[in-house]
């Protein structure tokens, strides 16, 4: 299996890769797109800024790469901020992002604590492959300011409450994305990774 870590210099790319490992698949961590051509699957990693990212992200010549990768239905995952660039904006600088969700990237609402920064439990909304073997409620770990809030509810499966209910797992056909970090989750989260990959295998 061929897996692509994507590497555009915001990314917490040593953890995932060797939670990737863990589950017994060596990822290829590339910032060149002629990678994406015969990848089987893909994880888009993120820590930071929006804007930050998405500029490293053009600059790199990867937006459309990355867009064409997801309309083609292979698996894809986005990891934290991840999830929130594929939203059509953030509110962080008002940034364009990737489009390939209707919906934007929102801050946390005042008078919260931000970063939302620690465990917290994810209630899966329905019965998507990526929750196997993984316990309702489970735990994960979270650090963000910003969240993902999709137009449509359709894709939103599973929430968290943090002040507010907001998507901590987007999952629609081939288009997965998390807002808390798998690979700094345990057990559950190295679930996550096996089920993700699991996907790409099939």
């Known amino acids: 299996m061929k897996l692509v ?4 210099g915001s990314g917490n790319l040593r953890s995932v890769s060797r939670a990737l490992e ?12 002629s990678n994406f051509d015969d990848a089987d699957a ?12 998405m500029d490293a992200l053009k600059q790199r010549k990867l937006v459309d790469p990355i867009k064409d990768f997801i309309a083609s239905d292979r698996p894809f ?16 600088g008002d940034e364009e992002c990737l489009g390939v969700v209707h919906g934007r990237a929102k801050h946390l609402p ?5 970063p939302h ?15 196997d073997g993984i316990t309702q409620d489970s735990y994960f770990y979270f650090v963000h300011s910003y969240y993902a809030s999709p137009e449509d509810p359709v894709g939103v499966a599973g929430t968290t409450e ?5 998507c901590s797992v987007y999952a629609n056909d081939n288009l997965i994305a998390t807002q808390f970090h798998p690979e700094k989750s345990g057990p559950a989260g190295l679930r996550f990774y096996k089920n993700f990959i699991g996907l790409a295998a099939a």
């Open 5 to 8: 870590v994507i590497d555009y």
């Open 22 to 33: 863990s589950q017994g698949v060596a990822p290829l961590v590339t910032d060149n797109s």
């Open 42 to 53: 893909m994880v888009l990693p993120g820590v930071g800024s929006g804007p930050a990212a």
């Open 77 to 92: 995952l986005g990891v934290c901020l991840g999830l929130q660039l594929l939203m059509d904006r953030t509110e962080e």
């Open 110 to 114: 005042s008078g919260l604590k931000v």
């Open 117 to 131: 920064m620690g465990w917290n439990s994810v209630r899966f909304q329905n019965q998507h492959s990526v929750f």
């Open 162 to 166: 943090y002040g507010i209910s907001f």
